[in-house]
């Protein structure tokens, strides 16, 4: 009898964390699924003001241009013959997704011809450059 009684008492100590666990586990899905991801391109430059700017809810892909003509992608500086390949990198990330292009008021045009030239070489055709929202009528 008693050694029934011990092994009842083991059993009833026992803590069963499954369930708990399948509820931490499904809850950790939940968050991944639902969480946006959004890249940023390393620099905050100050854009140019537009008069004729429009609504672009899918450039997904961004490009800074410093007034040090430095180009800025997800926080690192790109060089303008890897410009390209860091392009395509986005792409794949991200393949209908537009590119942005976040120029500084001071920035040299050249760099941002530079930069919509390697996004056609990588296949990307809607290339758009950004500017803040004018509160102009």
């Known amino acids: 009898m008693s050694r029934h009684k011990a092994k009842f008492e083991d059993d009833v100590q026992a803590l069963d964390l499954t369930p708990m666990l399948d509820v931490v586990f499904i809850m950790l899905v939940f968050f991944i699924v639902t969480a946006s991801f959004v890249k940023e391109t390393g620099r905050e430059v100050m854009r140019p003001d537009?008069?004729?700017?429009?609504?672009?809810?899918?450039?997904?892909?961004?490009?800074?241009?410093t007034a040090d003509n430095e180009i800025w992608i997800d926080n690192q500086r790109i060089e303008q013959r890897g410009l390209r390949r860091a392009i395509e990198r986005m792409r794949i990330d991200n393949p209908k997704g537009a590119l942005s292009i976040q120029a500084a008021i001071d920035a040299d045009m050249q760099y941002i011809f530079t930069i919509v030239n390697a996004a056609r070489d990588a296949g990307v055709d809607d290339v758009i450059v950004s500017t803040p929202k004018s509160t102009q009528p």
């Open 50 to 65: 537009s008069t004729t700017a429009q609504d672009q809810p899918k450039a997904t892909l961004l490009i800074s241009v």
